[in-house]
């Protein structure tokens, strides 16, 4: 987040703004990962800069509910001003992929309410929503493991990864990379729910990047912690 300023920008100058930097050729690549807008996340982030933080202007751009204003919003809002009953009503508004993710990780991680929003997004039944509460558990394992039943993710894991849905069963595999990244008392078994169950082995992946299949994921990350 830039530093705040007072500007007056109203609503409708930035949606005209952003309407003028939709680009056909940048929402066919978004709508490829379901996303809905054709703005370039560079442009966006410029508009950002240039608009600092702004709170109000952040809650009139998310509640027209264009998803590049929304990604507009959680760029120049101020994550720790939302009380917890509205960062969920937020994420269980937030269906687009870019959105969900951009919500979670720059304003509710940032959030005085992460580990009430873990547990309660973790036990939902919405796969979307669930998905966030497994995103928040991985940054748990990685930076406050304390208290944390390692085992016990690792058996929900084994038991219910496979037959998640998308967005649910990657972040499930991500939290399970982490947690053989992050504690070798736990990496074998780790390594072994992965080679069991498959899950993204054939995920296409660009050269020079790493595998999300958790097996080689785990590897890779543990050798660049050795070297």
Request: aromatic fraction near 6%; proline fraction near 5%; hydrophobic fraction near 40%.
């Amino acid at each position: 987040m830039a530093g705040t300023t007072q500007t007056g920008t109203t609503v409708g100058e930035v949606m005209a703004e952003l309407a003028a930097l939709e680009d056909p050729r940048f929402r066919a690549v978004n709508e490829k990962h379901g996303d809905d807008h054709g703005v370039n996340l560079g442009a966006l982030r410029a508009l950002a800069k240039r608009l600092k933080t702004q709170q109000d202007l952040a809650l009139g751009l998310w509640a027209t509910g264009d998803s590049a204003a929304r990604l507009l919003a959680l760029l120049i809002c101020r994550p720790k001003a939302f009380d917890r009953d509205q960062l969920d009503v937020m994420l269980r508004e937030a269906r687009r992929p870019k959105v969900h993710d951009w919500l979670v990780n720059y304003v509710v991680k940032k959030s005085a309410h992460t580990e009430e929003l873990r547990l309660l997004w973790s036990a939902d039944p919405d796969p979307v929503v669930a998905s966030a509460g497994w995103a928040l558990t991985s940054e748990r394992v990685r930076k406050q493991p304390e208290g944390l039943d390692l085992a016990g993710l690792l058996d929900v894991v084994e038991a219910e990864m496979a037959g998640a849905p998308d967005r649910l069963q990657w972040a499930m595999n991500e939290c399970l990379a982490t947690i053989g990244i992050e504690h070798p008392a736990y990496r074998a078994r780790a390594v072994g729910i992965g080679e069991r169950l498959r899950v993204l082995e054939d995920y296409p992946t660009s050269p020079g990047c790493t595998s999300p299949f958790a097996p080689t994921w785990i590897a890779e990350m543990v050798r660049r912690q050795e070297t």
